[in-house]
């Protein structure tokens, strides 16, 4: 089928199958995303337990903010990232520098901080690959449910990587990092 022009025939029309491969990829991204929209809750609450089973909970409610509330603002954030597939905002950037600096003014050593973070964030995805392979299991088309399963854990992997160097960031504003002292000569 051609595209008619003042009787000319311009080019040609190309049908491409609504069910595309992209198509049904980004449909099963959205119930997934609103799968976990809707368990939002559940996903802070595993969190808050992975946090606390290692003895790291007072370190993310430094700053007087509850670790439910923390949680809850980073799930809020991850889930508007993914589903706009965008990197984080400014506002989130300062958020996180702040945690950063408010840690590292109360003394906590930035390592302890970064475990906290990394162990809410096992625990989430942990409970968010769960939740993501019961919307695919019935999929018609395992490989892109698989593939989406993957691309949310490489966005996860990113995500998370800028959020602990924001907070890293925020942690160096207050406490810089020490240069190593060059050894001085000895003097006999």
């Known amino acids: 089928m051609g595209i008619d022009v003042d009787d000319q025939i311009m080019g040609r029309v190309l049908f491409l199958p609504v069910a595309s491969a992209a198509g049904e990829t980004a449909a099963l991204r959205g119930q997934v995303l609103e799968a976990l929209r809707q368990r939002r809750t559940a996903v802070v609450e595993e969190m808050c337990a992975g946090v606390r089973r290692e003895g790291l909970g007072p370190l993310l409610e430094t700053g007087g903010v509850a670790l439910e509330r923390r949680l809850d603002d980073a799930v809020q954030v991850a889930l508007s ?59 018609p088309r395992p490989r892109l449910a698989a593939r989406l399963v993957a691309d949310l854990s490489v966005e996860m992997l990113e995500l998370v990587g800028r959020m602990e160097g924001q907070i890293a960031a925020g942690y160096g504003e207050v406490v810089p990092a020490q240069r190593p002292s060059r050894p001085q000569p000895v003097k006999a």
């Open 81 to 139: 990232a993914w589903e706009r597939r965008r990197p984080l905002r400014c506002a989130e950037l300062d958020a996180l520098r702040a945690v950063g600096s408010t840690v590292a003014c109360a003394g906590i050593p930035l390592w302890r901080l970064l475990d906290a973070v990394q162990h809410a964030a096992r625990a989430g995805w942990d409970y968010v690959v769960e939740q993501a392979l019961a919307v695919v299991e019935d999929s």
